[in-house]
């Protein structure tokens, strides 16, 4: 299975399979809840790669990822940036003036829509970008280097093949919480209701 091609993982479409409940009671149930880990993961590749751009540029990891994104798209929206990474839209909108003021980017209407405010990088953001590419890519190599090649193909398949499943987790959550917790739902809806009214 591990030599297989990951076009040939992701076209292949089994039928869903839905693992037995289970609770969680001990360390090695834990250490096989696959959201945990992968937030462990995440939490301190990101908690070490912000030391070092804060040691080095003075910048973190929100700026990062908006570096990042802009040497792809070369411009870009606070909404694309938070639908793209997950990433809280009011905190885009703050790192983005934090990048302006230091002059990585410039702010600018969007031709399409004038209300739509893009960011455009700057040479200076490009040099930022182009400069802390190298520690983000040694820190990636170090990350999957005890992976085989079609190991990590295979790896990379299987999360983008997660990561397009996240809908239907959200879908499945709120069908549970309509269940399991109706009171709590009514009360979320009357809550929203008042909102509306105020």
Known sequence: MLDEPVIALSARRPAPVTPPRREISSVEDLERYLPAFLNWIATKLMR?????YLNVFDVGIETWRCLMLLAIENSISA???SSIIGMDKSSVSRCFKRMQARGLIAMALDDADGRLRIAKLTAKG???HDQMIGIALERERAFVEVLAPAELDTLIGLLQRLHQNLPAVEEATARYVAQRFPKAVARRRSRRAEDAHE
Do not use: M
């Open 48 to 52: 070490g790669a912000s030391q070092h």
């Open 79 to 81: 909404q694309r940036v």
């Open 126 to 128: 490009r040099k930022l």
